[in-house]
């Protein structure tokens, strides 16, 4: 059974920083992609970030500049760095992983999301 936990979601004022975690369970992690998405109140989810299994890095172009995605490996877990945080990027923070179980089948899952807030 594949678990996403993520953590370190709060409230920050604009232009402060904040590290989120995606703690992986249930997979083989180095074969997975990895990414983040937001979804602010009345706005459809959208993707932020991507990490591929080879550390290809992908961003949404409001965020280029600002957020840093990382894994590591060793600890089954995906970070996003956010630095320079706008009101504008206020969103329940989701993690999203995709690759392999244990039994080496498919997977697609999403974590239950953290809430990020920044105050102007």
């Known amino acids: 059974q594949v678990q996403l936990v993520e953590s370190g979601g709060g409230l920050v004022q604009a232009g402060g920083s904040l590290r989120l975690s995606c703690a992986a369970s249930?997979?083989?992690?180095?074969?997975?992609?990895m990414a983040w998405y937001r979804q602010a109140p009345g706005k459809q989810r959208e993707p932020v970030a991507t990490i591929t299994r080879d550390g290809i890095t992908n961003y949404a172009d409001s965020v280029k500049g600002r957020f840093t995605i990382s894994r590591d490996n060793a600890k089954n877990t995906a970070f996003l760095q956010m630095n320079s945080l706008e009101p504008e990027d206020t969103a329940v923070y989701y993690c999203?992983?995709?690759?392999?179980?244990?039994?080496?089948?498919?997977?697609?899952?999403w974590g239950p999301g953290t809430q990020v807030t920044v105050s102007s």
């Open positions: 999203k992983a995709d690759g392999l179980t244990l039994r080496y089948r498919e997977f697609h899952e």
């Open positions: 249930g997979t083989i992690f180095s074969r997975n992609t």
